[in-house]
């Protein structure tokens, strides 16, 4: 395919998801974020990266009616919002699918089922730094139950996925703040990456 085929097919492709944007942002329970005027630290953003937020409903219990219901599986998901992906590769009848899905979930949502979502904001604590990092780091670990962490010094990099922005790493104190946003976290289905067991229920310490 040479670069005029590929440069048509995206432009198509980014007018396809202009018009997707706008018609999603008409229905009454979805909001797809097309950026903030008060952040000047965004400067522009990928449109073929569609942030959902539904009224109403956890971001990661829209990841999961969508795989279960619509067979369509989103790139990830965090306590407000979905994220769906899209790419040259996608047809016309795929977004179509996509834009279909989502007008029915919000025409037969039942508002009896709505969430209640309270306000929270990742890292939001001030780090209390009892070793330094490279030093933690190479310190010999051990296992802790997560529920009994708190006061313990944190031997890992606990991320939750999304955002990707760590809560806590090696060398920093593990406060009963953090342990409750982690907490929360789990108890909202978000991934967080640097837990041990299957389940999640344990964290590295430093001995």
Known sequence: MCSSDLSERLNCHLNHMKELIHSLNNLDNVTIFTG????????????????????????TTL?????????????????????FLTTLMNSCEELNTLKNSIVDLNNTWNPSLKED???FDYNTH?????????????????????????GEICGSTIIPYP????????????TNDIYE????????????????????????VVK
């Open 36 to 59: 903030d005027e008060e952040d000047e630290t965004i400067s522009d953003f990928d449109i073929t990266k569609l942030l959902l937020g539904f009224n109403g409903m956890k971001g």
């Open 163 to 174: 955002p990707g922005i760590p809560l806590i790493v090696p060398g920093e104190l593990i």
């Open 63 to 83: 990841q999961r009616i969508m795989r279960e219901k619509y067979k369509i599986q989103l790139e990830m998901a965090d306590y407000n919002y979905g994220l």
């Open 126 to 150: 001030k780090p209390k730094v009892e070793i330094p990092l490279g030093e933690a780091f190479f310190k010999e670990k051990r296992e802790v139950e997560l529920r009994k962490s708190v």
């Open 181 to 204: 946003e982690i907490k929360f976290l789990k108890e909202n289905h978000v991934e967080i990456v640097g837990l041990l067991d299957y389940n999640g229920e344990k964290i590295a």
């Open 117 to 119: 979502i309270v306000e």
